[in-house]
């Protein structure tokens, strides 16, 4: 079956450079979630995405930016990168309240 | 969303069944319990979730207490696979579109051999 794909699935960027990550959630899916997670830390809510529009909104930098587009693909725009943007960045998509399928993330490393 | 209390960690041997607790003493009458769980620097996995009844699949049993302020995620036959961390959500049922996960401490489960 189709899980959810997002590239790449490793990123090395410098301070002050920009990095966009992608997702393709599974086909149908509707909704996509952004998550970050550092080191030793539990994932945290970025934004979400349902039919295209943002849905919510979590603790998202005003330097991070995302959209969902017309295929329900949807990307993470990070600008002004910053060593403590270095973690793991997950992608979930669902259809419906119960199905919530992750993708097996982006390591972004700042240096 | 109702909050939820795991252990920070449990140790299990390999073939034995590992049972995980979650408290969610504020939980609402709407709110599902989930488990998710994640293998080191894997994406999530989801496992289970009830609203009232116990359930079962082919990963794991999850039991709900009469008054729904308690849950335990069962792994009947643990494997060293299982090594993970697990988390314990709460959350609404509702609108589509508005439903993120949002994880808690989570449980540091190890299979030992």
């Known amino acids: 079956a189709a899980g959810v794909i997002q590239s790449p699935r490793h990123l090395i960027k410098e301070k002050r450079e920009t990095a966009t990550l992608k997702c393709y959630p599974i086909?149908?899916?509707?909704?996509v979630y952004w998550y970050q997670q550092g080191p030793g830390q539990d994932p945290q809510f970025l934004i979400s995405?349902?039919?295209?529009?943002?849905?919510d909104k979590g603790s998202i930098p005003d330097r991070f930016s995302a959209q969902q587009f017309s295929d329900y693909h949807s990307e993470l725009n990070m600008s002004s990168l910053e060593l403590g943007d270095s973690a793991l960045y997950f992608c979930?998509?669902?259809?419906?309240?119960?199905?919530?399928?992750f993708g097996s993330g982006t390591r972004l490393t700042v240096v | 969303d109702a909050k939820t209390t795991q252990p920070p960690s449990m140790d299990c041997a390999e073939g034995r069944a590992a049972n995980l607790p979650c408290n969610h003493s504020?939980?609402?009458?709407?709110?599902?319990v989930y488990w998710y769980r994640q293998i080191h620097s894997q994406g999530p996995q989801y496992i289970i979730h009830?609203?009232?009844n116990n359930e079962t699949n082919e990963m794991a049993s999850l039991i709900i207490t009469e008054d729904r302020k308690s849950s335990t995620l069962i792994l009947p036959h643990a494997t060293l696979r299982d090594t993970a961390v697990y988390y314990c959500?709460?959350?609404?049922?509702?609108?589509?579109?508005?439903?993120?996960?949002?994880f808690g401490q989570g449980t540091r489960l190890t299979i030992n051999p």
């Open positions: 009830g609203l009232k």
């Open positions: 995405f349902y039919e295209k529009m943002q849905s």
């Open positions: 959500i709460v959350k609404k049922g509702g609108i589509q579109g508005a439903q993120k996960l949002v």
């Open positions: 979930a998509s669902s259809l419906d309240i119960y199905g919530y399928t």
């Open positions: 504020t939980i609402s009458g709407n709110e599902y």
């Open positions: 086909p149908r899916h509707d909704t």
